[in-house]
């Protein structure tokens, strides 16, 4: 905060400069310096008007907490998994590319390993994931099967509740077949490795399923 304007702040009489401290050292509000510096200028045009419009404190207040708290939500920087969520379609897949079932393997890992799940998203992509399980437990192959098991391995430990079962019957599946299970770290090299090859994407529900799945 420069020093003209915690002048401004100081002399309004208002109680506002320890407020809007309060505000700027609150964690959501880790904004870009240029950004921060168009806000606080916004700010310091409202406690002008505000000397204009007295007595009208209250009012004053309300206009730097609005403007603080906007700020603070407009430029908090979008997660990974939130751009994810956002490519989800309405059946639970993320793609429609030749690839999407592995995709989907990619997606239900990475969104059951987030730091704080969205359940919901996570619920309906283990749902559809599900809707291509075989009576066998399988997937119609060794790979995919192995993908989909570990995912559903992550989805379970996570919490989604229909998870489990299919997990199991995934697990019996692979072990009937004589195919190893996917550990979270062989998922997140092979998700790694498609990240490499991937190079520019049309399809964001491809790019972020991988991207999320590489991170694991």
Same mark, same amino acid.
């Given at each position: 905060m420069?020093?003209?304007l915690?002048?401004? $702040?100081?002399?309004?009489?208002?109680?506002?400069?320890? &407020?809007?401290?309060?505000?700027?050292?609150?964690?959501?509000? =880790?904004?870009?310096?240029? &950004?921060?510096? =168009?806000?606080?200028?916004?700010? /310091?045009? %409202?406690?002008?008007?505000? /000397?204009?419009?007295?007595?009208?404190?209250?009012?004053?207040?309300?206009?730097?907490?609005?403007?603080?708290?906007i !700020?603070?939500?407009?430029? /908090?920087?979008? @997660?990974l998994?939130?751009?994810l969520?956002?490519?989800?379609?309405?059946?639970?897949?993320?793609?429609?590319?030749?690839? #999407?079932?592995?995709?989907?393997? &990619? #997606?239900v @890992?990475?969104?059951?390993?987030?730091?704080?799940?969205?359940?919901?998203?996570?619920?309906?992509?283990?749902? !559809? $994931?599900?809707?291509?399980?075989?009576?066998?437990?399988?997937?119609?192959g060794?790979?995919?099967? !192995?993908?989909?098991?570990?995912?559903?391995?992550?989805? %379970? @430990?996570?919490?989604?509740v229909?998870?489990?079962?299919?997990y199991?019957?995934?697990? =019996?599946?692979? /072990?009937?077949?004589?195919?190893?299970? +996917?550990?979270?770290?062989? +998922?997140?090299?092979?998700?790694?490795?498609?990240?490499?090859?991937?190079?520019?994407?049309?399809?964001?529900? +491809?790019?972020?399923?991988?991207?999320?799945?590489?991170? +694991?």
């Open positions: 420069n020093a003209e915690m002048k401004d $702040l100081e002399e309004s009489g208002d109680g506002l400069l320890p &407020f809007a401290e309060t505000l700027r050292s609150a964690p959501q509000a =880790r904004v870009s310096p240029a &950004f921060a510096e =168009r806000v606080m200028a916004r700010v /310091r045009t %409202s406690l002008l008007l505000a /000397r204009w419009l007295r007595p009208m404190p209250i009012a004053a207040a309300a206009s730097v907490a609005a403007m603080l708290a !700020a603070a939500f407009m430029d /908090r920087p979008m @997660s998994e939130t751009r969520v956002e490519c989800q379609r309405e059946d639970g897949s993320f793609s429609g590319s030749s690839a #999407a079932r592995y995709v989907q393997a &990619f #997606a @890992s990475a969104l059951a390993c987030a730091e704080h799940p969205d359940f919901t998203a996570l619920g309906h992509a283990v749902d !559809a $994931l599900l809707r291509s399980q075989n009576a066998d437990g399988g997937w119609g060794g790979g995919l099967s !192995a993908r989909n098991v570990a995912a559903l391995a992550a989805a %379970s @430990s996570a919490g989604v229909n998870a489990k079962a299919a199991r019957r995934g697990l =019996r599946y692979l /072990r009937m077949n004589g195919i190893a299970e +996917l550990s979270a770290d062989e +998922l997140s090299r092979e998700a790694k490795d498609a990240l490499a090859k991937l190079g520019a994407s049309r399809d964001d529900g +491809l790019v972020f399923s991988v991207r999320g799945a590489s991170r +694991l």
